[in-house]
């Protein structure tokens, strides 16, 4: 089982920032991948970011050049900085993580955090 611990929401105006983290712990052979999604109320859940051990990024277009998403592969953490926040961002955000478990067996999309409200003001 991985455990996923998310932090750093709050509450900032248009055009602030915040800086999102998330930990990773359990039972796991290794994590390869980790990420971020975000979901407003009434709406799907959508990707932000992800990032492999390797250190490859990918984001999604609506917050590219806004979004950093980086991570310390020793401390099994992840981070997302979020600049020129806009209202358009307010949701709640979910950590995510990827690898193969003690047994051997990989995961992806199985375990989640308990996600961190943003909330954007204009």
């Known amino acids: 089982q991985v455990q996923l611990v998310e932090s750093g929401g709050g509450l900032v105006q248009a055009g602030g920032s915040l800086r999102l983290s998330c930990a990773a712990s359990?039972?796991?052979?290794?994590?390869?991948?980790m990420g971020w999604y975000r979901q407003a109320p009434g709406k799907q859940r959508e990707l932000v970011a992800t990032?492999?051990?390797?250190?490859?990024?990918n984001y999604a277009d609506s917050v590219k050049g806004r979004f950093t998403i980086s991570r310390d592969n020793a401390k099994n953490t992840v981070s997302l900085q979020m600049n020129s926040l806009k209202p358009e961002d307010t949701a709640v955000y979910y950590c995510?993580?990827?690898?193969?478990?003690?047994?051997?067996?990989?995961?992806?999309?199985?375990?989640w955090g308990q996600g961190t409200q943003v909330t954007v003001s204009s």
């Open positions: 995510n993580a990827g690898g193969v478990s003690r047994s051997g067996y990989p995961f992806n999309y199985a375990y």
């Open positions: 359990g039972s796991f052979r290794s994590i390869n991948a």
């Open positions: 990032i492999t051990s390797g250190g490859t990024t």
